[in-house]
């Protein structure tokens, strides 16, 4: 029998037929030599499409998940958290990802399919051995059945590829794990042939297996091809092509195109019910606990579903903010997860995961205007009438009669031992513990008070605003007059270091010492006003009613600078930020979003993750949030209770904080289009810009084993929102960094205590996307190149200060130029030249004066098709310059003093050539370019002989390559740094050509 299968060695592919102890490679000649040179490869935030369970230790699995072309192994620590065991790299030759994942425990033998590959990994926990296998079509889904009880570890394994044809193969281990024989038994191509987008192979033997596919066309296909080619039970019902499939329960859940949730019953393929939760595609799925069931989608959402004999319906919608839900896996009150851009984390369950939520009415017979929660037993209530309470699990009492309270004034001290509330002219403060009473009468009418820990603030008409003291006995008040030019209503207040920082209703932020106004902060919130404001690690923090929240440097000595600006989450929508909460070592920002729909949110200020979303009714109530401690139906600091007023009552709405646990974190939540490094104290900084409108910076951290000390992960230091569209270039020249995107926007920003700091934004005239930059100098004056969507050039000029600007047009498109859409720069001898590629094929140099007017343009026409990459060197009184194009081909211009030049051409890459990079060491001109055919290719450019001759390439493991790095890591070594879907660090050893710096 002439076999479908072929074995691919750790080098290459093996027909079986010919298989030899000594491996014959047959790679691609573009990547023949590539594992002489390649040190190691690392793919960070590479997608997460699979997680699976190692082992059946119910107290301590290990989960395995995938990681691109890698696989991480993971297993809790002692304090319950998920840590990194060791990674291994299973298609390191092919690069594709991984998609499946199946491990026999006993044996410690792991499968792993992607594409038309299979790995066979032995000793996986341990040594290694691994083999794989090549197929020709693409796999869909794989099936191991592991016969024990035979001699010679006989595995049967069962492959479906995409067309619907299912394969079944013997593999025998007994001439030693690293010779496997494999043998094709039989093959059965379906008569349904179809397009498969999911699919599920269940059953214990071949003569049991049942496959039930997912097409394109929504329909769901049961077929038993030991038994017949044709299909058992054709299912029809959705309206889309089908992304997930699951059995439990002898049940059949789908969900597809149609964002809906579909279930089925198994024994008689009858249609039982569906429910609608996302708004958008979900993409997976997996089995819960109980009878539950749940999905991930799109937009990062995961939808927990209740589901009976014949119903199913929503029970939970969680926003993650993560990204593209791809892979899920419930184990022990976990729900792991894993994005298409590289996210791995988890979410937390209760035990009792059906009732993760209760709702109530307390005190139903009062008329409530509004009330604070002192404990979960004890309640203070102002009703209608003006009456306060002090209601409790046993009794209501009756505190005081104030007919003309203020509603939204009821306010409880911090140490939870005060109550005070203000009407016209008149506050009164009462102890909770005895009830003692005493008040306190202004000269002007009380528009707002606030607790500043023990004391209070008063903020009255006319915009007087005063701080006042009541003694331990409550016998006597001390009262401060804050002396505060300005006309603005205070409507937050806290204090820091004797410091008080206020939030105005017209969007300011003023700081107080000593009662005198020291810094004003005029519109920190636009127009809005400012909700709360709050000291968490060193930074003040504020959010307002337009919606963002700001970061702020202080010290003692300096006045207030804005660090950083952006949404409260980017897994949900906060249309009004009100109040930031302190709890569980946590840190949260509550709000209301949606005008008419009125939901109460709660975010985590790290990670954005939403942990409750409940109705309510609106922001324009009385309400309180707090965290309940530990009883016999909730777990410790775990369980959220929300109450707030509606129709006159307090509702009560008790909920379990599913709180988001990060493993591995990701970047972007989209593509990344460029990143800069840049170096603080010889460390580096990375900033990457993204499709998703964020800027993010991160450090790449080493791992601390021996061994593997190139090899680590992603330490994200901060994230910014400050574009409204995509960022398409980022440009760094220590201290500075600038980002250019959609709707002309430009960024300045300095990094500064491992943070980049907000200096100066522009959005030019008119709606166009800036698609390059590049600073040529940073002293005395800021100055940049900026090329345009419009065929604009431009170069930018800041004062130091950032107190003038001035912006000159350089080219504008003419004469068929087309669209610049390269920019660099190079010093050639104490003058600074400037050169541009076009989307037509033209190349232009320049030299730019002190002036800053253009001198010796040329205009070089290189290609017919558009130049989509460039890169400047000079030395030597020579100028080098290297130009990718759309075909792929790589050109580089060795320019004399003259402005004459010698053009060598290499048309090595298939595809369009997006970054290079000239780099010159003390025995070798090197170039380094990245394709969108995924490869890394290196160049040896010979200025004496004008030749540029192809060297190494190294495949890589992530998609749509747009932004190159190289940096020198030693004498030996030298690191490639890769950005596109993931980011992919390339070390390249001491082999020729070496890469010292000279």
Request: hydrophobic share 40%; glycine share 6%; with cysteine.
């Amino acid at each position: 029998m002439k076999s479908l299968l072929t074995t691919l060695s750790l080098i290459g592919d093996i027909p079986v037929s010919s298989y030899k102890p000594t491996p014959s490679s047959t790679l691609d000649k573009k990547d023949s030599q590539y594992v002489q040179w390649t040190k190691l490869m690392k793919s960070l935030c590479a997608p997460v499409l699979t997680i699976k369970r190692g082992d059946e230790d119910v107290d301590c699995p290990v989960l395995l998940a995938s990681n691109g072309c890698m696989i991480d192994s993971y297993k809790k620590d002692h304090n319950g958290l998920l840590v990194s065991q060791h990674q291994t790299c299973v298609f390191e030759e092919r690069k594709c990802n991984i998609y499946g994942l199946t491990y026999l425990d006993k044996q410690d033998v792991l499968f792993a399919y992607g594409e038309k590959l299979v790995a066979v990994i032995h000793q996986f926990s341990s040594t290694p051995q691994k083999q794989v296998f090549t197929f020709k079509d693409w796999i869909q889904a794989l099936r191991v059945f592991n016969k024990q009880e035979e001699p010679g570890h006989s595995v049967e394994l069962v492959t479906l590829s995409i067309n619907n044809a299912v394969q079944l193969f013997r593999l025998d281990a007994s001439g030693g794990c690293s010779n496997l024989d494999i043998e094709e038994v039989t093959t059965v191509n379906s008569d349904y042939r179809v397009s498969i987008t999911h699919s599920v192979l269940d059953g214990d033997s071949w003569n049991s297996l049942r496959t039930i596919v997912g097409t394109v066309m929504g329909d769901i296909i049961i077929s038993y091809p030991s038994k017949s080619s044709s299909p058992l039970h054709v299912l029809k019902h959705h309206m889309g092509m089908i992304f997930g499939l699951l059995i439990k329960c002898n049940l059949l859940f789908s969900v597809s195109d149609d964002r809906s949730l579909h279930m089925w019953s198994l024994d008689d393929a009858r249609h039982l019910d569906e429910c609608y939760g996302h708004s958008t595609r979900p993409f997976s799925i997996c089995d819960g606990p109980q009878n539950v069931v749940f999905t991930g989608s799109q937009d990062g959402s995961i939808c927990m579903w209740l589901f009976g004999e014949s119903f199913v319906s929503l029970l939970k919608l969680i926003h993650t903010g993560c990204g593209v839900i791809r892979s899920l896996l419930f184990v022990s009150q976990e729900l792991f997860f894993g994005t298409d851009y590289g996210f791995f984390g988890s979410v937390t369950f209760p035990e009792n995961i059906e009732n993760m939520q209760t709702v109530n009415l307390i005190y139903p017979n009062l008329t409530v205007q509004s009330f604070v929660t002192v404990s979960q037993q004890c309640y203070y209530i102002l009703d209608l009438q003006g009456t306060l309470y002090e209601a409790n699990a046993v009794s209501l009492s009756k505190i005081m009669q104030c007919s003309s309270a203020r509603s939204n004034s009821l306010k409880l001290s911090p140490c939870r031992k005060y109550v005070a509330f203000s009407e016209e002219k008149k506050m009164h403060v009462i102890r909770i513990e005895d009830h003692k009473y005493s008040f306190f009468c202004a000269v002007d009418q009380i528009l707002d008070l606030f607790w500043v820990d023990n004391r209070l603030f008063l903020a009255l008409i006319n915009f007087k605003n005063l701080l006042l003291h009541l003694s331990e006995d409550m016998s006597e008040w001390v009262n401060h007059t804050l002396q505060i030019d300005l006309q603005e209503i205070v409507s937050c207040v806290t204090i820091h270091a004797e410091d008080l920082f206020l939030g105005t209703n017209k969007g300011s932020i003023v700081v107080v010492r000593d009662l005198k106004m020291k810094q004003i902060v005029k519109r920190a919130h636009g127009k809005n006003g400012v909700t709360d404001v709050k000291f968490y690690r060193n930074k003040l923090l504020s959010i307002g009613r337009d919606g963002k929240l700001c970061i702020w440097k202080r010290d003692c000595e300096n006045p207030l600078q804005l660090l950083s600006w952006s949404k409260p989450s980017t897994a949900i929508e906060m249309e009004w930020p009100c109040r930031f909460l302190e709890a569980t070592n946590q840190l949260y920002v509550a709000g209301f979003r949606g005008v008419s729909i009125g939901n109460f949110i709660l975010v985590n200020y790290e990670s954005g993750h939403c942990v409750c979303d409940v109705w309510c009714g609106g922001r324009r109530r009385s309400w309180c949030l707090s965290v309940l401690e530990e009883n016999g139906n909730c777990e410790a600091s775990k369980s959220l209770c929300f109450e707030f007023v509606i129709k006159k009552m307090i509702s009560r709405i008790t909920l379990y904080m599913s709180d988001l646990r990060v493993i591995k974190p990701n970047l972007h939540l989209s593509s990344i289009t460029s990143i800069a490094v840049t170096k603080i104290d010889q460390k580096e900084f990375y900033v990457t810009g993204g499709i998703d409108a964020m800027l993010v910076l991160s450090r790449f951290t080493n791992s601390e084993n021996g061994y593997d000390k190139l090899l680590g992960s992603v330490e994200v230091m901060q994230r910014l929102q400050a574009h409204s569209s995509s960022v398409y270039c980022v440009c760094a020249m220590s201290p500075y960094l600038i980002s250019v995107g959609g709707k002309s926007e430009i960024f300045i920003w300095r990094l500064d205590a491992g943070n980049l700091q907000h200096l100066f934004n522009i959005r030019m005239k008119g709606d166009c996307r800036l698609l390059s930059v590049q600073f040529v100098s940073v002293s005395p004056y800021i100055r940049f190149l900026v090329s345009c969507s419009d065929g604009k050039l431009m170069i930018y000029e800041l004062s130091s200060a950032l107190d003038s600007k001035k912006q000159t047009v350089l080219f504008e498109s003419f004469g068929g130029d087309g669209i610049m859409v390269k920019v660099s720069c190079a010093s050639l001898n104490d003058i600074v030249v400037c050169g541009a590629v076009s989307s037509t094929g033209i190349l232009h140099i320049w030299s730019l004066s002190e002036l800053v007017d253009v001198k010796d343009h040329r205009r070089i026409e290189v290609e017919k098709c558009g130049l989509s990459a460039l890169s400047m060197y000079s030395e030597d009184e020579l100028l080098y310059v290297g130009v990718g194009s759309e075909s792929g081909t790589v050109s580089v211009f060795q320019f004399e003093k003259n402005w004459k030049y010698v053009r060598s051409v290499n048309c090595w890459h298939s595809a369009t050539c997006t970054d290079l990079h000239l780099h010159r060491t003390a025995q070798s001109f090197l170039v380094f370019s990245i394709a969108l055919d995924c490869r890394l290719a290196v160049f040896l450019y010979s200025p004496g002989f004008e030749t540029l001759s192809f060297q190494q390439s190294v495949l890589l493991n992530v998609a749509d390559p747009s932004s190159l790095i190289v940096s020198v890591v030693s004498n030996q070594l030298a690191k490639c740094i890769i950005a596109g879907t993931s980011i992919c660090l390339v070390y390249l050893d001491e082999s020729p050509p070496h890469f010292c710096d000279r």
